[in-house]
């Protein structure tokens, strides 16, 4: 069963700390593994798109990791910012790319 | 990047009347939009794949009569929500994928109230 699952549920972190979201999936055939950040009220918008042969992948305070191995992904948020406040959101499509298994989210709370 | 508009933003409406919802890709072409609805604290759900010159294709359990589905052209793309119902209320989303790509892009949303 093509399955995307996300933990923490959710986390609440100081402003300016590091945290580290995770994401395992059991998607087959594999394509692509993405992060979405989803503010309140919002559509999602991308942070990273991985291929199976990519490890790692950056943008900006954003660092993804993938483990095609393990099937398992993390999001990495460096020195967190109140505006980091979001639903994070790991995906990943199936055969032909769009059919996708969506997560079910990590609710990250950044506070003062 | 890409984008693509919904409108409108939010509706309120009263139960039994019909609700339509567009999804505009603004700077490229869509043969297939996808639109999800999204509970309270929940992650998307796929309601159904839109198709520009087909029908649409819906998800197990989404009633195709209610939840109308026109691809009109290559950037637009309409769900209609009709008798609409409070347990409708919801926040419905759109993505489009560009061209050559798998990748999605997602609308803003609109949150529909039906009282």
């Known amino acids: 069963k093509n399955q995307v699952e996300q933990s923490p549920q959710s986390l609440i972190i100081l402003e300016g700390k590091n945290c580290t979201l995770q994401?395992?999936?059991?998607?087959?055939?594999?394509?692509?593994l993405r992060w979405y950040k989803q503010d309140t009220g919002r559509g999602p918008v991308s942070l990273t798109i991985?291929?199976?042969?990519?490890n790692t992948k950056s943008n900006g305070r954003y660092t993804a990791t993938l483990d095609a191995d393990t099937k398992q992904s993390s999001l990495h948020i460096t020195a967190s910012q109140l505006s980091d406040s979001a639903s994070y959101i790991c995906?990943?499509?199936?055969?032909?790319?769009?059919?996708?298994?969506f997560g079910a989210g990590t609710r990250l709370f950044v506070k003062a | 990047g890409a984008v693509v508009s919904q409108h409108p933003s939010r509706v309120i409406c009263k139960s039994g009347t019909s609700v339509k919802i567009e999804c505009r890709s603004l700077?490229?072409?869509?043969?297939?939009m996808f639109w999800y609805r999204q509970f309270p604290k929940k992650s998307l759900m796929l309601m159904a794949t839109?198709?520009?010159?087909?029908?649409?294709?819906?998800e197990q359990g989404v009633e195709k009569d209610k939840f109308l589905i026109n691809h009109a052209s290559l950037t637009l793309s309409t769900l209609t929500v009709t008798s609409a119902h409070p347990e409708d209320s919801s926040f419905y989303i759109c993505?489009?994928?560009?061209?050559?790509?798998?990748?999605?892009?997602f609308g803003p949303g609109t949150r529909l109230t039906v009282l």
């Open positions: 993505s489009a994928p560009t061209t050559g790509t798998d990748t999605q892009y």
């Open positions: 994401c395992n999936y059991t998607v087959s055939p594999f394509s692509n």
């Open positions: 991985m291929t199976f042969s990519e």
């Open positions: 995906v990943a499509p199936n055969t032909g790319g769009f059919k996708t298994i």
């Open positions: 700077d490229f072409q869509a043969t297939t």
């Open positions: 839109s198709n520009e010159g087909s029908k649409a294709t819906y």
